[in-house]
T-cell receptor, first 111, second 116 residues
Framework: KNEVEQSPQNLTAQEGEFITINCSYS?????LHWLQQHPGGGIVSLFM???GKKKHGRLIATINIQEKHSSLHITASHPRDSAVYIC?????????????FGTGTRLKVLA | NAGVTQTPKFQVLKTGQSMTLQCAQD?????MSWYRQDPGMGLRLIHY???????DQGEVPNGYNVSRSTTEDFPLRLLSAAPSQTSVYFC???????????????FGPGTRLTVL
């Protein structure tokens, strides 16, 4: 079993829909990272969080440390949101700088 | 700032050849990492560095070497390429977080490597 699980693996939505991507992990962490990988391959950081909730534009990320779960929400989705969304965690026990990555959620937003 | 740069963007090698993937960052970040990305798998850590002169192995280090002689540069060397090393390689950098946390990572554009 992977230490970081994302669901769904693939998601197709209509423009304007509210989207939720989930990330569950099995280790204690110091931080969780949401990344976006564009169709061209580039990876950008969306959020880094260790508690609560963060919002940036139409994107909202939440984390529940006790339940070992995080969600990424996209409000009023748009075709330009089509990308792979990756969850990564920084384990407490690693003692050094080592992230564990989920396999990603492939999102396609149709016009 | 250019951020994190990687060269080359594409490379085709024959089995047994060696090559170096270049990575540089101009943000004065302490931490730098190399990952490989394969279909159906998450990014996997190959090697990382917490500062100039300090490197350590990640999850999949076999067949790769790294060095960190300066803060800016972190090259990845394939000693004798094998078809199993066909992958997309990403370099990333970040600074240590203010407390025990970690600051966000900045990724390079990636190098797509094919080993025949």
């Amino acid at each position: 079993k992977n230490e970081v699980e994302q669901s769904p693996q693939n998601l197709t939505a209509q423009e304007g829909e509210f989207i939720t991507i989930n990330c569950s992990y099995s280790v204690g962490i110091s931080a969780l990272h949401w990344l976006q990988q564009h169709p061209g391959g580039g990876i950008v950081s969306l959020f880094m969080l260790s508690s609560g909730k963060k919002k940036h534009g139409r994107l909202i990320a939440t984390i529940n440390i006790q339940e070992k779960h995080s969600s990424l929400h996209i409000t009023a989705s748009h075709p330009r949101d089509s990308a792979v969304y990756i969850c990564a965690v920084a384990p407490l026990t690693s003692g050094t700088y080592k992230y564990i990555f989920g396999t990603g959620t492939r999102l396609k937003v149709l016009a | 700032n250019a951020g994190v740069t990687q060269t080359p963007k594409f490379q085709v090698l024959k089995t047994g050849q060696s090559m170096t993937l270049q990575c540089a960052q101009d943000m004065n970040h302490e931490y730098m990492s190399w990952y490989r990305q394969d279909p159906g798998m998450g990014l996997r850590l190959i090697h990382y560095s917490v500062g100039a002169g300090i490197t350590d192995q990640g999850e999949v280090p076999n067949g790769y070497n790294v060095s960190r002689s300066t803060t800016e540069d972190f090259p990845l060397r394939l000693l004798s390429a094998a078809p199993s090393q066909t992958s997309v390689y990403f370099c990333a950098s970040n600074n240590r977080g203010r407390s025990r946390g970690y600051n966000e990572q900045f990724f390079g554009p990636g190098t797509r490597l094919t080993v025949l």
